[in-house]
């Protein structure tokens, strides 16, 4: 975090093709999933291309996916999914898991910011792997998302500028 402060972090952009991109992160998290007995749907439409820092983009969807899967139950259903709409590239993370409150959206990508604190302690977490994906999101000019129900499930929507 005490780098990104200071924007003294790189950011080196290589061209991706997604739906490989996507295949590479299913296999990398596939065990943890299993464990949970967790469901995780990939689908990506084919040739979608755009720029992005290799390392920075799977941190972001790492860190979503992780708590798609901590705040979510066992058995639990997890989409991730791409496609083009226009000129932007859309990647949607999607669980059906415990939700998050309205009066707590707002704040989630604050610092340090935990909807439960006592509850999720176990988990864990620190609160800083979203402030750390909205940093990551903006330093490639992209936008996040976020529409949630409690007790029903949350979903991310990142749009990226496409090739
Ligand atoms: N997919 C999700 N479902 C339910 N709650 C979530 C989800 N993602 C994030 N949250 C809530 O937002 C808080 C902040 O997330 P994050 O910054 O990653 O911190 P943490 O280290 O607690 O995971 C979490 O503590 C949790 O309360
Ligand atoms: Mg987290």
Same mark, same amino acid.
């Given at each position: ?6 924007n003294?972090?790189?950011? &080196?952009?290589?061209?991706?093709? +997604?739906?490989?991109f ?6 990398k998290?596939?065990h943890? /999933?299993k464990d949970?007995?967790?469901?995780f749907?990939?689908s990506c439409?084919?040739n979608? /291309?755009f ?12 860190n979503?996916?992780?708590? !798609? ?18 000129n932007k590239? &859309?990647i949607l993370i999607?669980?059906? @898991?415990? @939700?998050i ?5 707002p ?8 909807v439960?604190?006592s509850?999720?302690r176990?988990?864990g977490?620190?609160? +800083?792997g +979203? !402030?750390i994906?909205?940093?990551?999101? &903006?330093a490639? &000019? !992209?936008d ?9 499930g949350?979903e991310?929507?990142?749009?990226f500028? @496409?090739?």
């Open positions: 975090m005490a780098k990104i402060d200071k003294s972090f790189a950011i &080196h952009k290589e061209t991706i093709e +997604l739906n490989s996507l295949q590479r992160i299913e296999l998290l596939e943890a /999933f949970r007995n967790i469901k749907n990939v439409q084919n979608l /291309f720029k992005a820092d290799p390392l920075m983009l799977e941190q972001i969807l790492v979503l996916l992780d708590n !798609a899967m901590k705040y979510s139950h066992v058995g639990a259903e997890l989409e991730l999914k791409a496609w083009r709409e226009k590239i &859309h999607k669980d059906n @898991g415990k @939700g409150p309205k009066k707590d959206l704040y989630i990508f604050n610092r340090f910011y935990r439960d604190k509850r999720t176990s988990l977490g620190s609160g +800083l +979203l !402030a994906v909205k940093e990551l999101v &903006h490639h &000019h !992209a996040i998302f976020v529409k949630s129900k409690e007790n029903v949350t991310f929507e990142l749009v500028q @496409g090739e």
